[in-house]
């Protein structure tokens, strides 16, 4: 079992950057890969990010390659997402997610989930 939550979400102007951060609790969070999905109201988690147990292997939606950076620190049970260059949208709720299975795109893929921290990106 592992219980997620996520800081650092807040109100930043376009072009700006936040380090979003997601505190594991559990003895196995170095087994888990991880990822970052997004939502809006009205519409569908959308896929970020997502990292492998031990960090070696990323992935990411081609919307935030080259401004995003997901990585983890296993001896802190806690991962991240750097966001840099930030767009009107990349306003969302931000979740992170822990899946027995793999560090695949899809929502059904993860088993446990953290509460969301949100995002707001003005322009």
């Known amino acids: 079992q592992v219980q997620l939550v996520e800081s650092g979400g807040g109100l930043v102007q376009a072009g700006g950057s936040l380090r979003l951060s997601c505190a594991a609790s559990g003895r196995t969070f170095s087994s888990y890969p991880m990822a970052w999905f997004r939502q809006v109201p009205g519409k569908e988690r959308e896929f970020v990010a997502s990292?492998?147990?031990?960090?070696?292997?990323?992935y990411y939606t081609d919307s935030v390659k080259g401004r995003s950076t997901i990585s983890r620190d296993n001896a802190k049970n806690t991962m991240y997402l750097q966001m840099n260059t930030l767009k009107p949208e990349d306003t969302a709720v931000y979740y992170c997610a822990a899946s027995v299975y793999g560090m695949g795109a899809h929502a059904y893929e993860y088993n446990y989930w953290g509460q969301g921290t949100q995002v707001t990106v003005s322009s």
């Open positions: 990292i492998s147990w031990s960090g070696g292997s990323t």
